[in-house]
């Protein structure tokens, strides 16, 4: 029985991966979960705005070298380790946010790089 789960689920995370789907739910974080394509991760964040510019700014300053900012737009263009890197930050509501975190490596997609920014930012709110 379990080794058909597995193989469902298996079957399933494929089947999107292959299907060109664009968004996938994928774990539970402090976010509520995130979705992934194949370059973007974004999640909901109940969080203040401030904090949340704050902890994506420090976590790029740390990881990279910020090429474009805007406070006002929630939007921050970086490099990091030959990756390009887009934040993005959006209001959904009063109380919630959208992080959304692009990584490009010549031109391919780092979704790993984009992970580990998303969850570092998280962390930095916590």
């Not at 992934?36 to 949340?52: F, K, L, M, P």
């Not at 300053?61 to 929630?74: L, V, Y």
Request: net charge positive; charged share 25%.
């Amino acid at each position: 029985m379990v080794k058909r789960i597995i193989s469902v689920i298996f079957v399933i995370f494929f089947s999107f991966n292959l299907s060109g789907c664009v968004w996938f739910l994928v774990g539970a974080s402090a976010a509520g979960g995130y979705a992934v394509s194949r370059d973007t991760i974004a999640g909901e964040i109940d969080a203040e705005y401030n904090d949340v510019w704050l902890a994506a700014k420090n976590v790029s300053q740390i990881m990279g070298i910020i090429k474009e900012e805007d406070r006002a737009k929630g939007f921050l263009d970086l490099n990091v380790d030959k990756s390009h890197v887009v934040i993005n930050i959006d209001r959904l509501t009063p109380e919630t946010l959208r992080l959304k975190i692009k990584a490009r490596k010549y031109l391919m997609p780092n979704i790993g790089l984009a992970q580990k920014l998303f969850i570092k930012i998280n962390q930095q709110i916590e």
